[in-house]
């Protein structure tokens, strides 16, 4: 994928300009945090613009404009977390109507279909996205929405997205495509034929660990504004201070993920030769099942890591073991972080439902951060030693 897109800036110039002009008052270069919840206005009916911050905000504004011209999109909406843009995107559809899924998904999102959604009338079904005749044989005359992500948490399980275009466009529904993992610097989920792609800006996006907070974007107008009806009507919206936070992180976000991936990609290479690991996931190794797919599909392989061990018990020593790596929810912070996601982000998930997708005891994910991979190395090296 060409760093040069849209409208022919290069990616790393949108990560800081895009969606952001100078305060018209100061002349501050950066976006102001507009802590208001309303605005005066000049005459009944007569505003500029603003009229009450959860349906207008400028801070939100930037961010918005910025995510949306970084995924080559025409339209951004920010949420107050990335289940709560899931769960607008989810809104979109109606009782009765039925949705395809990727079998490997966050927990969150699975808890959001199963334990919230289902009791609203929305029917799931769930299939390996890998296998994309799976996809086709699950759609119905009633299904409204085909839901990936690619690479999925915490498996790392390449879906081809150009193939689930073709399923949606058949089976008359939208694709959506959580590219939390790889962000848009190394995948554009539009560009390959989503209708709406969302983020959990807390991970990459962000980068800090300091905020929570979602995104959609779409270039669908008419997706888009229902999208808007639904952030102004449910109110799930972040705020100012989470969307300054936002957009001070995006400023890196080149430079983030650049580190990030190089030092995995490193990392993931070294794991494979250590006897007490078992297996490695990660789409940048040679011997990863779509490594070819990930090539053509994505730009760089992201900073995320899963590698299995013998057993639980050598899974829990191996991260208790860790000193850098910091044992923790979450990912895609500058901090390495580490965690076991059948006890943690993936606890949602029903114990069947997660050994049959190989979501096992022994599984250990890793969010490579940037510091030192030297250090990094010798981490895993002293903890592997505990295994």
């Given at each position: 994928?060409?760093?040069?897109?849209?409208?022919?800036?290069?990616?790393?110039?949108?990560?800081?300009?895009?969606?952001?002009?100078?305060?018209?008052?100061?002349?501050?270069?950066?976006?102001?945090?507009?802590?208001?919840?309303?605005?005066?206005?000049?005459?009944?009916?007569?505003?500029?613009g603003?009229?009450?911050?959860?349906?207008?905000?400028?801070?939100?504004?930037?961010?918005?404009?910025?995510?949306?011209?970084?995924?080559?999109?025409?339209?951004?909406?920010?949420?107050?977390?990335?289940?709560?843009?899931?769960?607008?995107?989810?809104?979109?559809?109606?009782?009765?109507?039925?949705?395809?899924?990727?079998?490997?998904?966050?927990?969150?999102?699975?808890?959001?279909?199963?334990?919230?959604?289902?009791?609203?009338?929305?029917?799931?079904?769930?299939?390996?996205?890998?296998?994309?005749?799976?996809?086709?044989?699950?759609?119905?005359?009633?299904?409204?929405?085909?839901?990936?992500?690619?690479?999925?948490?915490?498996?790392?399980?390449?879906?081809?997205?150009?193939?689930?275009?073709?399923?949606?466009?058949?089976?008359?529904?939208?694709?959506?495509?959580?590219?939390?993992?790889?962000?848009?610097?190394?995948q554009?989920?539009?560009?390959?034929?989503?209708?709406?792609?969302?983020?959990?800006?807390?991970?990459?996006?962000?980068?800090?660990?300091?905020?929570v907070?979602g995104?959609?974007?779409?270039?669908?107008?008419?997706?888009?504004?229902?999208?808007?009806?639904?952030?102004?009507?449910?109110?799930?919206?972040?705020?100012?201070?989470?969307?300054?936070?936002?957009?001070?992180?995006?400023?890196?976000?080149?430079?983030?993920?650049?580190?990030?991936?190089?030092?995995?990609?490193?990392?993931?290479?070294?794991?494979?030769?250590?006897?007490?690991?078992?297996?490695?996931?990660?789409?940048?190794l040679?011997?990863?099942?779509?490594?070819?797919?990930?090539?053509?599909?994505?730009?760089?392989?992201?900073?995320?890591?899963?590698?299995?061990?013998?057993?639980?018990?050598?899974?829990?020593?191996?991260?208790?073991?860790?000193e850098?790596?910091q044992?923790?929810?979450?990912?895609?912070?500058?901090?390495?972080?580490?965690?076991?996601?059948?006890?943690?982000?993936?606890?949602?998930?029903?114990?069947?439902?997660?050994?049959?997708?190989?979501?096992?005891?022994?599984?250990?994910?890793?969010?490579?951060?940037?510091?030192?991979?030297?250090?990094?190395?010798?981490?895993?090296?002293?903890?592997?030693?505990?295994?």
């Amino acid at each position: 994928m060409d760093s040069h897109h849209g409208d022919g800036r290069g990616f790393a110039t949108k990560a800081i300009h895009a969606g952001q002009h100078p305060d018209p008052v100061t002349g501050a270069v950066m976006t102001p945090i507009y802590q208001t919840s309303t605005y005066v206005q000049d005459g009944v009916g007569r505003h500029r613009g603003y009229e009450y911050a959860r349906t207008h905000h400028l801070t939100r504004a930037a961010l918005e404009g910025c995510v949306a011209a970084l995924e080559n999109g025409s339209h951004g909406i920010a949420f107050a977390s990335g289940t709560a843009a899931i769960h607008a995107v989810m809104t979109l559809l109606s009782g009765g109507d039925h949705l395809v899924a990727g079998e490997n998904l966050y927990g969150g999102t699975h808890r959001l279909f199963q334990n919230v959604l289902e009791r609203f009338g929305l029917s799931f079904e769930y299939v390996d996205t890998r296998d994309a005749s799976a996809a086709e044989a699950a759609m119905t005359g009633n299904t409204k929405m085909l839901f990936v992500e690619t690479p999925s948490n915490p498996l790392m399980r390449i879906t081809d997205l150009a193939a689930m275009r073709e399923i949606a466009e058949r089976a008359h529904c939208m694709l959506v495509v959580d590219n939390t993992f790889m962000s848009p610097f190394f995948q554009r989920p539009l560009e390959l034929g989503a209708d709406i792609v969302v983020h959990s800006t807390t991970k990459f996006l962000n980068g800090h660990s300091d905020m929570v907070g979602g995104i959609a974007v779409t270039n669908d107008d008419e997706i888009a504004e229902q999208l808007r009806f639904l952030q102004n009507a449910v109110g799930a919206v972040p705020g100012p201070l989470d969307c300054f936070l936002a957009l001070r992180g995006l400023k890196t976000l080149p430079l983030r993920m650049e580190r990030s991936e190089a030092t995995a990609v490193e990392l993931a290479g070294w794991l494979t030769e250590q006897d007490a690991v078992t297996a490695v996931h990660f789409p940048g190794l040679p011997d990863h099942p779509e490594h070819e797919l990930a090539r053509r599909q994505m730009s760089g392989f992201g900073g995320v890591i899963s590698l299995e061990f013998g057993d639980g018990a050598a899974a829990r020593r191996f991260l208790e073991g860790l000193e850098i790596f910091q044992l923790a929810e979450s990912l895609g912070g500058v901090e390495s972080l580490c965690s076991h996601p059948g006890e943690m982000t993936h606890a949602a998930v029903p114990v069947e439902q997660r050994e049959r997708m190989g979501l096992v005891d022994h599984l250990v994910r890793l969010s490579v951060g940037i510091e030192d991979p030297d250090d990094l190395r010798s981490d895993l090296e002293q903890a592997l030693t505990k295994v």
